[in-house]
């Protein structure tokens, strides 16, 4: 993720249901909102290791894209999260061929959300 990594304190945190799933949501002290990545990843069916690799080739996306340690049911965990007005520029690189084929009709039913 970016270079410049600060440590980044949670204001305060949200569980977003999403699609049938929960994913989790965070404002931080720098007053952005923030979305864990890899949750969304696995929920639209894509390759979390794929996508992580083409975010930190993109300057915009990886600019956007922080290391939280979110507390979670099993202990603090580090998230990488990206700023939540980057998300539609992150999901517009993602080749709808590539969905995994069970999880392609919610997500296109989801779509219009």
């Known amino acids: 993720m970016n270079s410049d990594i600060r440590p ?16 989790t949501a965070v404002k931080a002290d720098d007053n952005k909102i923030y979305a ?3 949750p969304i990843c696995e929920n639209v069916g894509v390759d979390w290791d794929t996508q ?3 975010i ?3 300057e915009i ?8 340690t ?15 007005r980057r998300l539609p ?3 517009m690189t993602i080749n709808t061929g590539k969905f995994v084929e069970d999880r392609k009709s919610t997500r296109l039913n ?3 959300l």
């Open 36 to 38: 864990a990545m890899k």
């Open 110 to 112: 989801s779509s219009h």
């Open 61 to 68: 996306l990886d600019e956007g894209t922080v290391i939280i």
């Open 89 to 91: 520029a992150w999901l």
């Open 8 to 23: 980044t304190t949670i204001v305060e945190q949200k569980e977003i249901p999403f699609t049938g799933d929960v994913l």
């Open 56 to 58: 930190r080739a993109n």
């Open 52 to 54: 992580r690799k083409k």
């Open 70 to 84: 979110v507390p979670s049911p099993g202990g603090n965990q580090p998230m990488v999260m990206m700023d939540v």
